[in-house]
């Protein structure tokens, strides 16, 4: 995936950091402007000693911390924060210890999803006269501002408020005059290998005065004072740099506060950032933050607890130039996918689930790019591992499927997962897995037969398909055979 | 630098075959090519690496010809395409005739397309040429078009190549995601390029957001990024799209259908390719726009594209959840703008099923649902497969119920249009254009078991195939364990055996000892001089291994050939030395510039004393030292020297080693093997010697002139007097009138 969400904590390092870098930082609010802004996480809190030595030392770091108010929320990626009774404000520092200690570790369930609260963030409690609410996002056809009067917890309700205005992705041929420094077509292989492959001199820039920042942020908006306009205009103009010259799709302040010195403060914020962009923004990202070595934290999405299986094909995926995904529904499912292609994954689960058996599949997993025939393996050693953990006496179902590969030698990536059925060989039977397998493309009758062969060889049912059979056939085959199980009936449910 | 070079037609057996067209840049007016295997210009670009060729064909010339008149009407290239000739209104990107500029070179995916072009009748192959950024100018890749080789010119920068092949309106952009951007942008203002296909995966949002930018301003189409291309079906295949020629042949690609395809993924496009060619007469086009957020170009924008297309009749549109492209062609279905009927699916259905915040639907907006819900109608436009499918099928789209029934769907969309009279019947296209039969490439044919052919080469030391490379079946790792050496590895090189330990070490031994012998021998000599002239390292190595021969180290092989038949004919030493003394030839093996009786070689006393530690048994020594001791009386520097120890107690080595019968002795012998120890051991000497005088940065050697002695002959007679002697010769020849009968000038 392309976009990904960092903490609030991480947001506001990168929003600041790089506002400093491009001279922005003029007119900030104090706290934030001096980086007011504290993590407690629970791998720092075990890690250092007792708690309260992890506090001292945080304290000693941040003295602020024992003499301002503070206000303390989870920083876990989701919202509402407030509605969900999750924010102390105007607390002291010992109070905000005993806010922590009370939740971390504890699961709750925001928005309909249960998660483990792991990570908090701490901040000085900024009086303010002023809630508005900043959005910046990208568009197709460039980045789309929003800006209301109105911010805070209550801005949905507000919405018809909130101004909106594009702001078109710049042509770059039309920028610079002349062809200078582009001509050359194979130039940009030229500036990669100088670690470059950004134009700056193309980011797109909008000034305080610009017909966009005016259009959402007008002089005759009663309810933004006159005094306010354009530090607020200043400030949006910024984070638009900022937020363009990060490579961020998503930059939100709710509320953005205006403090009692008349200065911008982002109270709250959210900050998506195009992980497409991370070979050429690795300097400005990752010495955004105080997280490990200086690389940034993509932490999960809320609720999102990975499984030890997971990880290891995260890591997989992370080291090879294919692509190995691997999600993990329900480990007592019957129905488990190894499927070719981001495309033709997609599709084997929604067959599964339009037939009736969602309930059932045990997974999502997808394997595209032309893994190395080692990667299949470990890959499908990993599934394996998850099809066969739970040998209850019912019929399994494996589907090995895919579309018809453009490039991808079929035989070669299914000599991995030959190589991993073997490994399995007994375990496969005691779970009583079935596999079906569906797939074509460069030599697939090669790998067909193999598929075909190895079933003999283990003494499992392997059943074989070529692209003569509806790619999704051997969905419906797969849950016959579980209907058909004598040992018990499946859980058949609408989605 | 090229300024117009067509393809160049090679043919193997015919060498060149066609140019059609050549021009040089260079101001020497130099312009050539060849016609039908004849050269026809009889200055064949000297700047030009082509030239190469122009040896190849010892034709006379040809008088030369204006580039003008230079017509190769059977192989030239197609003109271009005349823009929206077909009525289309500018939708049509792809035709017979397209040719594309490639960049950065992939050659499968380039084969791919030429595989293509051939099974599906196009006259000419559709890369125009390939863009290799920093290569020379003037170079060239091989591909096959199909039995025949054709080069492809190669040039360094798109500007060039567009230049070259002004017809070339497609810009396949095999880029990597980093410097995707900047070849695109390039591109982009090619007054030429119309198309542009975006192949990489990860390009950034912002570099996609610009180029669409600047796309839009100039008019030009973008497919991609993240893409695998598309395929007009018999026209024009854009890279590694539709697969194999198998696949091709089996989905109908070779010939034009009547249906319109659009897709985000490539696997899914190939896959329904499949699908059309059995429900429908075939694909038309097929694209895959790409999976990322913002593709160059929409499903929409597609579909819009085969709405104006004649020749398709049907659409067909698999979409998936997230953005809202789908809803826009729903609307326009709605609208009365897309009037041809449409077959969609949207995967993508099982997402409930998943954890919510795994998949992330539609835009980033605080509001995204509300900010969506664009005509007010309160259904809100969520990016979910389901609402997506309901819009379409609201809009009057056939929508199956799910995936499954998606072949179906289109099968009957294709029934009532063939019911309407508007298409024939499924299969009636393909009498019509049978494809062309591709020939087998040679490692898929040897593959699958079609082919087979005698080696080229057969090797029997040595395996690097397997998990680890093999000495003569002994793996590496054995090797490498303590109680193997390097006499080990020569062993099984060389000879194809596991030597006894005695013998190994004596290998070990007469490699040390043979290492090297100061600088004033012949070899080190050479090597020094050639290293202080500057040469590189294996130069002044080689200067110096090319001295060893009959006078200097080379006389291990032939030293213990002599002295083994000797004794084993048991010929007495005397009669030896003076049988090769009568047929004047030295005994090898035998005397040294310095050493005496008296001041024996230090090398030749250890290793004899080894030997005698260590082997079995010495008897070719012995009789070597029986020589000497006659040799000596003759003189006291005809000692038994360094050449003849090794030589001797080799072949007591390799009679006692039990490994070798007597013709394998014999055989190692003639093969000169020998000679490779003395080889092997002085290269670690004279490695030495290089980089000593290297790392002294030793100066250019000159021989001084007082080491000289110049002892010049008479002058030769006068050249002029020569002139006229001949002269004179010839006239009394032809006064004789036998005009320069046994005249031999």
Redesign the interface.
Same mark, same amino acid.
């Given at each position: 995936?392309?976009?990904k969400k960092v903490r609030e904590y991480t947001g506001k390092q990168l929003l600041l950091r790089q506002l400093q870098r491009l001279g922005m930082a003029g007119n900030l609010g104090a706290s934030f402007g001096a980086g007011r802004c504290a993590q407690v996480a629970a791998e720092n809190l075990s890690t250092s000693g007792t708690p309260d030595g992890f506090y001292a030392a945080l304290a000693a770091a941040h003295p602020w911390l024992t003499t301002t108010r503070l206000v303390i929320k989870p920083d876990m990626l989701f919202g509402k924060r407030g509605k969900n009774n999750l924010v102390l404000l105007n607390a002291d520092y010992s109070a905000a210890q005993a806010f922590i200690s009370a939740r971390m570790g504890t699961d709750v369930e925001v928005? +309909?999803?249960t998660g483990t609260l792991s990570s908090f963030v701490i901040e000085p409690f900024v009086p303010h006269s002023a809630e508005y609410?900043l959005?910046i996002?990208?568009?197709?056809?460039?980045d789309?501002l929003?800006f209301g009067a109105a911010g805070g917890v209550d801005?949905?309700e507000h919405?018809d408020s909130v101004r909106e205005v594009l702001v078109?992705?710049?042509?770059?041929?039309?920028l610079d005059g002349g062809?200078e420094g582009?001509?050359?077509?194979?130039?940009? +292989?030229?500036?990669?290998a100088l670690g470059g492959?950004g134009?700056p001199a193309?980011l797109p820039t909008l000034s305080a005065s610009s017909v966009e920042v005016c259009a959402v942020i007008p002089d005759d908006d009663p309810a933004i004072p006159a005094d306010h306009v354009p530090v607020l205009r200043e400030f949006l103009a910024s984070c638009y740099a900022v937020y363009?010259s990060l490579?961020m799709?998503?930059l939100?302040m709710?509320p953005l506060a205006v403090d009692e010195a008349g200065a911008p403060a982002p109270l709250d914020i959210r900050v998506?950032l195009?992980t497409?962009?991370a070979?050429?923004n690795g300097k400005l990202w990752g010495g955004s933050t105080v997280t490990g070595g200086g690389s940034l934290e993509f932490p999960e999405?809320?609720?999102?607890a990975k499984c030890p299986e997971e990880t290891a094909v995260d890591a997989l995926d992370e080291n090879s130039g294919a692509s190995m995904k691997l999600?993990v529904?329900n480990p007592a499912g019957r129905i488990w996918t190894m499927v070719?292609?981001? +495309?033709?994954s997609?599709?084997y689960?929604?067959?599964?689930?339009?037939?009736g058996y969602?309930a059932e599949?045990g997974n999502?997993a997808e394997y595209?790019g032309n893994p190395k025939q080692n990667e299949t393996y470990m890959y499908a050693r990993t599934l394996l591992s998850l099809v066969t953990a739970n040998p209850d006496g019912r019929r399994r179902v494996l589907l090995v499927g895919?579309?018809?590969?453009?490039?991808t030698d079929v035989a070669a990536t299914f000599t991995g997962i030959i190589q991993a059925l073997k490994d399995y060989h007994g375990k496969l039977q005691a779970a009583r897995v079935r596999v079906l397998v569906r797939r +074509?493309?460069?030599n697939y009758k090669a790998g067909l037969a193999m598929m075909e062969e190895v079933g003999r060889e283990l003494a499992i049912s392997v059943d074989v398909y070529g692209?003569e059979t509806?790619?999704?056939?051997i969905?419906?085959l797969g849950i016959d055979w579980i209907k058909g199980d004598p040992a018990g009936a499946p859980v058949p449910a609408a989605? | 630098m090229m300024d117009r070079l067509s393809a160049i037609w090679y043919v193997p057996s015919q060498r060149i075959r066609v140019v059609s067209e050549v021009r040089c840049l260079e101001p020497c007016d130099c312009v050539g090519g060849y016609l039908r295997g004849r050269r026809v210009a009889p200055v064949f670009l000297p700047h030009s690496p082509f030239s190469c060729f122009a040896t190849a064909e010892q034709e006379p010339l040809l008088p030369p010809l204006v580039c003008s008149t230079l017509s190769v009407a059977a192989m030239a290239p197609p003109p271009a395409p005349a823009q929206t000739a077909d009525g289309s209104g500018g939708a049509s990107l792809f035709s017979p005739t397209t040719r594309a500029l490639f960049?950065?070179y992939k050659a499968?995916?380039v084969q791919?397309m030429l595989d293509f072009d051939y099974v599906c009748r196009r006259s000419a192959p559709s890369v125009a040429a390939v863009?290799?950024?920093?290569a020379p100018a003037g170079g060239f890749v091989k591909a096959f078009f199909g039995s025949t080789e054709v080069a492809l010119p190669v040039f360094?920068?798109?500007?060039?190549?567009?230049a070259a092949a002004p017809d070339a309106d497609v810009f396949i952009n095999f880029? @990597?995601?980093?410097?995707?951007?900047?070849?695109?942008?390039?591109?982009?203002?090619?007054p030429s390029i119309r198309t542009l296909v975006i192949i990489a995966e *990860?390009?950034?949002?912002?570099h996609t957001?610009?180029l669409?930018?600047?796309a839009?301003?100039?008019g030009k189409t973008i497919i991609g990024p993240a893409t695998?291309g598309g395929v007009q079906a018999g026209a024009f295949k854009i890279g590694?799209?539709?697969?194999?020629v198998d696949?091709i042949v089996?989905?109908k690609l070779h010939r034009p259908g009547s249906v319109g395809f659009v @897709?985000?993924? *490539?696997?899914?496009s190939?896959?329904m390719?499949?699908?059309l060619a059995r429900t429908t007469d075939g694909l038309f086009e097929g694209i895959a726009v790409g999976?990322?957020?913002?593709p160059g170009t929409t499903l929409a924008d597609h579909v819009r594209r085969f709405q104006a297309l004649p020749q398709v009749k049907l659409i067909v549109v698999?979409g998936?959840?997230g953005g809202d492209d789908e809803y826009i062609i729903a609307d326009e279905l709605a609208a009365g703008s897309i009037t041809k009927p449409l077959v969609a699916w949207v995967? *993508?259905?099982?997402a409930?099923?998943?954890?919510?915040?795994?998949v992330?639907f539609g835009?980033? *907006?605080?509001?995204s649902t509300?900010a969506n819900d664009a005509d007010g109608s309160g259904n809100a436009r969520d990016g979910s497969?389901s609402t997506k499918l309901a819009a379409l099928r609201a809009a009057g789209a056939t929508v199956p119920?799910?995936?499954?029934g998606f072949?179906d769907a289109i099968s009957g969309a294709y029934a009532k249009l063939q019911a309407a009279g508007e298409v024939g019947d499924k299969d009636a296209a393909d009498a019509s254009v049978a494809p062309r039969a591709l020939p087998a490439d040679y490692p898929s044919a040897l593959r699958s078991g079609a082919v087979r052919k005698t080696t080229n080469i057969v090797c029997t030391i040595s395996d690097d195939r397997g998990e680890e490379p093999t000495y003569a079946s002994v793996p590496l790792s054995e090797l490498m364990t303590p109680s193997y050496g390097v006499g080990d590895a020569l062993s099984l090189l060389w000879f194809k055996k596991l030597l006894p330990p005695w013998a190994s070490r004596f290998i070990e031994l007469v490699l040390v000892t043979a290492a090297d012998h100061g600088p004033c021998v012949s070899g080190a000599h050479n090597t020094i001089v050639a290293a202080r002239a500057g040469k590189d390292l294996i130069s002044s190595l080689c200067s110096g291994l090319l001295t060893i021969g009959p006078r200097f180290g080379g006389a291990v092989d032939a030293a213990a050939i002599a002295f083994k038949d000797a004794q084993e004919r048991g010929v007495p030493p005397d009669e030896f030395v003076e049988g090769l003394k009568k047929c004047g030839r030295r005994v090898e093996g035998i005397g040294h510039r310095i050493k005496t009786a008296e001041n024996r070689d230090k090398r030749v006393e250890l290793l004899s004393r080894y030997a005698a530690e260590a082997f079995p048994s010495t008897h070719v020594l012995a009789y070597a030292k029986s020589v000497e001791a006659y040799t000596l009386t003759k003189a006291s520097n005809l000692v038994l020297n360094i050449d003849g120890c090794i030589g001797a107690l080799f072949v007591d080595m390799l009679m006692t080693a039990d490994q070798f019968s007597p013709a394998e002795v014999d055989e190692v012998l003639e093969l000169g093997a020998l000679n490779g120890i003395f080889v092997v051991s002085r290269s670690i000497g004279l490695v030495g010697h290089a980089l000593d005088q290297r790392r002294m940065k030793q100066p250019l050697y000159r021989h001084p002139w007082d080491d000289v002695l110049y002892a010049s002959p008479e002058r030769p007679p006068p050249r002029e007097h020569y002139v006229q002697a001949t002269a004179a010769a010839a006239a009394a020849a032809a006064a004789n009138g036998a005009a320069g009968e046994g005249l031999d000038d």
């Open positions: 995936m392309a976009r928005g +309909g999803v609410y959005n996002a990208t568009d197709r056809a460039g789309v929003r801005i949905e919405w078109r992705a710049p042509d770059p041929t039309s062809d582009r001509s050359g077509g194979s130039g940009g +292989g030229g500036h990669d492959g134009h193309v363009a490579d799709t998503l939100e709710n998506e195009d497409y962009a070979f050429k999405p809320w609720g999102r999600s529904l070719a292609g981001g +495309g033709a997609v599709i689960a929604d067959t599964v689930v339009d037939m969602g599949l999502y595209s895919g579309g018809v590969a453009n490039f +074509g493309g460069p692209p509806n790619m999704t056939k969905v419906e989605a | 960049y950065n499968a995916s791919r863009i290799t950024p920093g360094p920068t798109t500007a060039a190549a567009a880029a @990597s995601y980093r410097s995707a951007y900047a070849s695109s942008l390039t591109a982009v203002q090619v *990860g390009v950034p949002e912002r957001k610009m669409i930018a600047a839009a301003a100039a695998v590694d799209a539709a697969g194999t696949n089996t989905c @897709s985000k993924s *490539g696997g899914l190939n896959e390719y499949n699908v999976g990322d957020a913002y698999l998936e959840l995967s *993508g259905t099982c409930p099923w998943f954890n919510a915040a795994e992330q835009h980033a *907006g605080a509001k509300s497969a119920e799910s995936f499954e072949a």
